[in-house]
Structures are given as structure tokens and as C-alpha cells.
T-cell receptor, first 113, second 109 residues
Framework: EADIYQTPRYLVIGTGKKITLECSQT?????MYWYQQDPGMELHLIHY???????EKGDLSSESTVSRIRTEHFPLTLESARPSHTSQYLC????????????FGPGTRLTVL | GQNIDQPTEMTATEGAIVQINCTYQ??????LFWYQQHAGEAPTFLSY??LDGLEEKGRFSSFLSRSKGYSYLLLKELQMKDSASYLC??????????WGAGTKLIIKP
């Protein structure tokens, strides 16, 4: 199972602030993903990466950006947070050639006031 | 379009057996996943099926029928800690994971 970490676990900030959610994995997985999930609702893919210098937008329109300068690191940035960004953000990675199983970090619960 | 259907909520009794069904429609198919997600936590991987048939892992089993676009997760000897949402997800031809909305399983004593 992948070791994947997210910081911070909880964040409460004011509207208009710039924030970066960190995600790191130690399994050398090429693929990484960011999902947004509201309580009791389904997962929505907002960004993904197939490797270093590769980033793609997912199905859910998002005002966030990502970067992938190192294999193990996939940070997500919100330039100007709004209350509508309040949600849980989940990072995942996959690297199994046979199954492409995604393994999730613990998530960051973001509240924008 | 691509779609995953699973029941929104199910209730079962501690010690019993429950089957959670999932039907999928995807552009191509490269496997079917089941994840467990406790409230407020991240999903954790339970099973992966790519060939027809039943895969058993302890109290949990997962079944796949590719011709029918159908899978189920079978949970035996239910415990209170099995109360969670169970997410079905299918891997399409582009290796994109299509997620269902999840089935919330409530276990009663």
C-alpha cells in the first residue's frame, strides 16, 4: 500500500487568501490525482498528473492550479479562496502497472470563511 | 456517456450478510474497484476485478460480470465497524477511473 501524506489536515482561512495544499508520496508512483468531495457526496476529479511536468484538468471545473516538479510532490494552489471552496480535498497516487489502483492520502478539510 | 449506478443507502443487521450491487457503462473497461470510506475519512482500497468471477478476501468478496456490466461486493459476518460508504469505480479504456456516488451501509445491532 502506498504511503501518501497531506498537509495540513485541517485549514480555516478567510476569503481572498492564497493557499497551497501539500501532497507527497513515497512509493515512486508516476500518477497522482486531486479530488474534491463534499460530505456524503461523490468524488470529483479536479486535477491529475501522469508524471513530472505533466498536469491535466479533471472533470470538475476548478479555480485551483497544480504543479508536478518532482515525482513525489503534487501541491494544489488556490490563488484566492472563496467560501464555495469549502470542501474536503483528497490526494491519491497510483503506480501499479497491472491494476492502476489509486491509494489516498488522509485528506485536507478546508473551510473558507 | 460513462456512468456508474449503485444504491444510495442500505441497512443490514450485525452478523448478517449484505450484497451491494453496482452496474457500469464505460468507454472500454480495464477493471472494477471497490473502496470503503468511513465518514470524514479517505477511501481505502478493498478489491479489484478485471476477469469474470468471484474474488474472496476474508469477510469481503467481489464479483464481476463483464458481459452484464455488473459487479457486487459481498460482506459477510457484518460488524458495526463495517458501517461506511462503499464506492464502486470502473477503469475505462483511457485508464480514467469513473466513480459511483457510493452506497452508505448502515449496520444495526
Amino acid at each position: 500500500e502506498a504511503d501518501i501524506y497531506q498537509t495540513p489536515r485541517y485549514l480555516v482561512i478567510g476569503t481572498g487568501k492564497k493557499i497551497t495544499l501539500e501532497c507527497s508520496q513515497t512509493m515512486g508512483h508516476d500518477k497522482m490525482y486531486w479530488y474534491q468531495q463534499d460530505p456524503g457526496m461523490e468524488l470529483h476529479l479536479i486535477h491529475y498528473s501522469y508524471g513530472v511536468n505533466s498536469t491535466e484538468k479533471g472533470d470538475l471545473s476548478s479555480e485551483s492550479t497544480v504543479s508536478r516538479i518532482r515525482t513525489e510532490h503534487f501541491p494544489l494552489t488556490l490563488e484566492s479562496a472563496r467560501p464555495s471552496h469549502t470542501s474536503q480535498y483528497l490526494c491519491a497516487s497510483s503506480g501499479d502497472r497491472d491494476t492502476d489502483t489509486q491509494y489516498f492520502g488522509p485528506g485536507t478539510r478546508l473551510t473558507v470563511l | 456517456g460513462q456512468n456508474i449506478d449503485q444504491p444510495t443507502e442500505m441497512t443490514a443487521t450485525e452478523g448478517a450478510i449484505v450484497q451491494i450491487n453496482c452496474t457500469y457503462q464505460t468507454s472500454g473497461f480495464n477493471g472494477l474497484f471497490w473502496y470503503q470510506q468511513h465518514a470524514g475519512e479517505a477511501p481505502t482500497f478493498l478489491s479489484y476485478n478485471v476477469l469474470d468471477g468471484l474474488e474472496e478476501k476474508g469477510r469481503f468478496s467481489s464479483f464481476l460480470s463483464r458481459s452484464k456490466g455488473y459487479s457486487y461486493l459481498l460482506l459477510k459476518e457484518l460488524q458495526m465497524k463495517d458501517s461506511a460508504s462503499y464506492l464502486c469505480a470502473a477503469l475505462d479504456s483511457n485508464y480514467q477511473l469513473i466513480w459511483g456516488a457510493g452506497t452508505k451501509l448502515i449496520i444495526k445491532p
